[in-house]
Each structure stands twice: as structure tokens, then as C-alpha cells.
């Protein structure tokens, strides 16, 4: 990889960057403009064949405007849009209280869950291969376990300790269970606090009301401009004007009573300290996105239980169009450690018709889960891929490129 230093959108920036070479542009400058032009540059100037470009200003996303970003106007293949990908991973976690990450797959058939495990845990120093004897029934399979800081992908005799933060594959259906069985038996919130009106606050609050009627929302926003644009928008959320660091503010949105505060400011420190001071209020849980990578080491010891980085979303969503093979999904987790990779067999992949035992899968790769017609299967030694079937791998960095390979047909994006 090189870089080169040049304004984004300049052609002859652009053109001694290599783009008339180039498969794919990914624009995802701070600019939204930058990033449209950029992408009208690749496609009328150098024939860029896959254009991608951030774009954050929601109105160029409005449905009036669905025509915008088409070939015949400005040619963008893929629009990533940051708040409203980060709104829906938030509304995923809030699903499922106790897990620090909530990955869907499938059509949300099978679903990856990122839990911590505390003494609560009843499984802690259990085998893995144990897992079935004690609860053939589940359907969960363990497929990364982070400790010490490290993610490693286990085998059958290594075991689970406190502490340890979990990747398991689980089909929908089966996921309160799984939670229990892995110490986690949280009750959903009935009231949460979001603080911060920005994009996401409000992206968020939205999803809340129309999903879930009968919870209790209230947003706080400190400016108070926004905080009247966001009441606008609302049809039940109670939005509150003034600063989520003020004691008397935390007292009016009730906090104390609350089970989830979720932080979603511009500051990380505000969002920190605001989860901080809810949690000592009397707030059970406590979510905060965290955009400054120096932050996430002191997550777990301040007490905040789960962390949003929008980063690691824009990512995935990127590593999905640029992966080879047929990449039906993909998750980039643990920053960046591994990647939860949803693909396809084809005719004629080198899977088809083999059993995950003869396939030798590289070091650093698992597979969680099969779906085969809407059926979900957690796989064993003997299970069969046939083509059509959906698999859910968790790969190690170094590995994915294996992982690709596996379910290729030929080099060339799909």
C-alpha cells in the first residue's frame, strides 16, 4: 500500500494515484462533496468499474432523491452511510442485553453474539467439546474467544475463563437461551437515556420508537437548535435541552431509573463521562461510542459496558464489496482482529460436496453455522456443504484470504 498526499477529488491527484488502473474507488474523505466528485471523476474520466463513497448529510439519502446516485447522474455503486449503520448496530445490542456485540447473518437467521463472561458464567473451565454432552440441544457453537487482549479461535479441549470476552454463533431462535447459559439472563431495557441529538441520537431514538412502542425514551441534547429540530421529529421520545454532565439535567431524564444510557455525541469524552455519571446515578447500563482508539483500553475498567466503534463499521461494510468469492456478509470485529464472513458455495467451489472434516480449513478458521434452505445447521465433522449453502466463518486476519479461496470460483468481484 502507498500513500500520496493531494486533494481528493483533483483528476491529476487522482489520475498519479493510478485510478485509470484501479477495479474500485472507496471515497470516504470528512467531505461528503469530495467523495461524490471523486467518484464522477473515476467514473467519467478513468472508467472506474465499483464506485464507494461515504456519505454522512442525510439529505442526499432522502427518498425524494433515490434517483441521485445512479449511473446516469452521480455514479456511486455504494453508498456507506456511517450514523444509520451505526444507529442500527446499536438498536442490535440493545436486543440483547448482556452481549457487547450483536451480529446478524442470514436474513437474521443466525446470529454472532459477543459476550463477556464473569462468575455468573456457568460453563467457565468446561471443555469445549463438553458443550453438546451438557446441552445437545442448544445449537450454539463457540467460534472466537478473546483473552488477554488476544483473539484466538479455540479447539474442541480448550476451555472458557472469567473474563474472557466470547464469539459464538447461535441460531435466533435459541438466543435468550444461549445468553443464560453463558451467565447472562438480563432483562431488555424498558427505559433508556440516549444523550447526544446528532445524526446517530436521532437515528437511534427513531428505530425505538417505531420498533418498540412501549419503551420509555428520553434524549438529552445540548444544544438547543438541534434539540428542537430532534423534538420535531418525535413522536413519543422526550428530548430534553441542556448538558448530560449536569447532575440537575441527569436528575430531570430521570437516569437513575433508567437500565440503558447509550452516549452518542461528537465528543468521546462527554460521552465517557455522561455514561460515568449515569451509571453513578443509579443507570445499570451503559453504552458510549468511542471514535479515539487510545479510549478503548480503558472501556472495561471504567465500568462501561459496551463501546460502538463507527470505524470498524464503515470497514465492514467496505471489506464486503472488496472481498473475493461469493461474500453474501461480512463483520470486521475485534479491531480488526478477525472478520465474521458469511459465504456462499457455488457449483463449482472447492467445498462443494465435501465434509468440513476432509476440507482442511487453514489455522485461525472456524465454522459457526450452515444455512441450507432457510434451515439452519451447526456444523460437525461430517457435515456436507452443497452448493447454495450459506456459511458463517470467523477468520483470523492472516486467514481470510484462505477463507476467499475456499469459496472462489474465479478472480473477480462479484
Not at 114 to 135: A, K, M, S
Not at 360 to 372: E, H, Y
Not at 383 to 403: E, H, P, S
Amino acid at each position: 500500500m502507498q500513500a500520496m498526499e493531494g486533494h481528493a477529488s483533483d483528476p491529476h491527484v487522482l489520475e498519479a494515484a493510478g485510478l485509470a488502473e484501479a477495479d474500485m474507488i472507496i471515497a470516504v474523505t470528512i467531505s461528503d462533496e469530495v467523495n461524490m466528485v471523486a467518484c464522477q471523476i473515476a467514473h467519467s474520466l478513468f472508467n472506474v468499474p465499483t464506485k464507494i463513497a461515504r456519505i454522512r448529510n442525510q439529505s442526499y439519502l432522502a427518498p425524494q432523491w433515490s434517483d441521485l446516485f445512479t449511473r446516469d447522474n452521480i455514479p456511486i455503486d455504494v453508498v456507506i452511510s456511517p450514523e444509520v449503520e451505526v444507529a442500527e448496530a446499536i438498536y442490535r445490542r440493545l436486543e440483547v442485553p448482556g452481549a457487547f456485540d450483536t451480529l446478524p447473518f442470514s436474513d437474521d437467521s443466525v446470529r454472532v453474539l459477543g459476550i463477556r463472561l464473569d462468575d455468573r458464567c456457568p460453563v467457565v473451565d468446561t471443555p469445549l467439546r463438553q458443550l453438546t454432552e451438557l446441552f445437545p440441544d442448544l445449537r450454539v457453537r463457540v467460534m472466537g474467544i478473546m483473552r488477554g487482549g488476544k483473539l484466538f479461535v479455540p479447539l474442541a479441549d480448550d476451555h472458557m475463563e472469567i473474563g474472557d470476552g466470547v464469539y459464538i454463533a447461535v441460531e435466533k431462535r435459541y438466543v435468550a437461551r444461549a445468553m443464560g447459559v453463558f451467565g447472562h439472563e438480563e432483562e431488555a431495557a424498558r427505559r433508556i437515556v440516549v444523550i447526544g441529538g446528532g445524526s446517530v441520537g436521532m437515528f437511534l431514538a427513531q428505530k425505538l420508537e417505531s420498533r418498540t412502542p412501549r419503551l420509555n425514551v428520553k434524549l438529552i441534547e445540548r444544544d438547543e437548535e438541534r434539540a428542537a429540530y430532534v423534538a420535531d421529529k418525535m413522536s413519543r421520545t422526550v428530548v430534553i435541552h441542556g448538558d448530560a454532565l449536569d447532575p440537575e439535567i441527569l436528575r430531570e431524564a430521570n437516569v437513575g431509573e433508567a437500565e440503558t444510557v447509550v452516549a452518542v455525541t461528537n465528543e468521546d469524552e462527554v460521552n465517557i463521562l455522561a455514561t460515568l455519571l449515569a451509571k453513578r446515578h443509579g443507570c445499570s447500563r451503559a453504552m458510549t461510542l468511542i471514535n479515539n482508539t487510545s479510549f478503548r483500553s480503558l472501556i472495561g475498567t471504567l465500568g462501561i459496558d459496551v463501546h460502538i466503534d463507527p470505524r470498524e463499521m464503515t470497514v465492514s461494510t467496505i471489506l464486503r464489496h472488496i472481498r473475493r468469492g461469493r461474500i453474501r456478509d461480512l463483520h470486521s470485529i475485534a479491531d480488526g482482529a478477525a472478520e465474521i464472513i458469511e459465504a456462499e458455495v457455488l457449483e463449482a467451489s472447492s467445498v462443494n460436496g465435501r465434509s468440513l472434516a476432509k476440507i482442511k480449513l487453514p489455522r485461525g478458521v472456524l465454522v459457526g453455522a450452515v444455512v441450507r434452505d432457510k434451515k439452519v445447521i451447526m456444523p460437525r465433522g461430517d457435515t456436507v456443504f452443497q452448493a447454495g449453502d450459506r456459511v458463517i466463518v470467523l477468520a483470523l486476519t492472516d486467514a481470510v484470504k484462505a477463507v476467499e479461496q475456499l469459496f472462489s470460483v474465479h478472480l473477480e468481484f462479484f
